[in-house]
């Protein structure tokens, strides 16, 4: 089944410890991505990558990393988590964004720094 | 900044009523408009989509309604269903090959 896996699904941490997400697509997509969703905000791109060792910030970068070793994976790091980090996290993938804009997306992680 | 300006935030509309979202953008380069349908606990997922040559797009209870001199395009449900219910997020892809998102509209269809 195609589909974005990510993990955990429910995270509860505290400030400073560093934590990771990962996610993975089985589709051999190009473009991977990482969303925030927070209530009235929408969703804001955190980081994407075009293909593998290309990684570019998005709208709101601060406070993360993300890496792309291989394609199909592209992990979130929080290297020192704030409350301010508390929110939902999709990871999203595409073929490649220059042919179709269509994202596939992962359920979510919910993570709430304490 | 680049943004789309999606209204209203939520939405309630009897069974069988039609739900209307709107969305309103402010660069004309963006050439993609895609509607993504967001179900609780879960991603969001890809509805329907439009480019500005067309100036509607229909599948099944749902329209793309696209005025390209307004810069507005907007999202119909007819016969609205208790399924439908869901947040659905209106986005347009720009010239750097990203999505510009919603704030998104929550949409609750009564019974």
């Known amino acids: 089944e195609a589909q974005v896996t990510q993990n955990p699904r429910y995270l509860i941490t505290v400030t400073g410890k560093k934590l990771t997400v990962t996610c993975s697509q089985n589709m051999n997509h190009e473009y991977m991505s990482w969303y925030r969703q927070d209530p009235g905000l929408g969703l804001r791109q955190i980081y994407y990558s075009m293909n593998v060792e290309v990684t570019d910030k998005g709208d709101v970068p601060e406070g993360y990393k993300v890496s792309r070793k291989e394609k199909r994976n592209f992990p979130l790091i929080l290297e020192s988590p704030s409350p301010n980090q508390t929110s939902l996290y999709f990871c999203?993938?595409?073929?490649?964004?220059?042919?179709?804009?269509?994202?596939?997306f992962g359920e979510g992680s919910r993570l709430t720094v304490l | 900044q680049q943004q789309v300006k999606q209204s209203p935030q939520s939405l309630i509309v009897q069974k069988g009523g039609i739900s209307i979202i709107n969305c309103a953008y402010e660069n004309t380069a963006f050439d993609y408009f895609p509607w993504y349908q967001q179900f609780p606990g879960k991603g969001p997922a890809l509805l329907i989509a439009i480019r500005p040559d067309v100036s509607e797009k229909k599948e099944g209870r749902f329209t793309i309604s696209f005025n390209k001199s307004a810069k507005q395009f907007s999202l119909h449900i007819m016969d609205s269903q208790p399924g439908d219910s869901a947040t659905y997020f209106c986005?347009?892809?720009?010239?750097?090959?990203?999505?510009?998102w919603g704030a998104g509209t929550k949409l609750i269809i009564k019974p």
């Open positions: 999203a993938s595409s073929y490649s964004q220059q042919i179709t804009g269509e994202l596939f």
């Open positions: 986005a347009a892809f720009d010239s750097n090959y990203q999505l510009i």
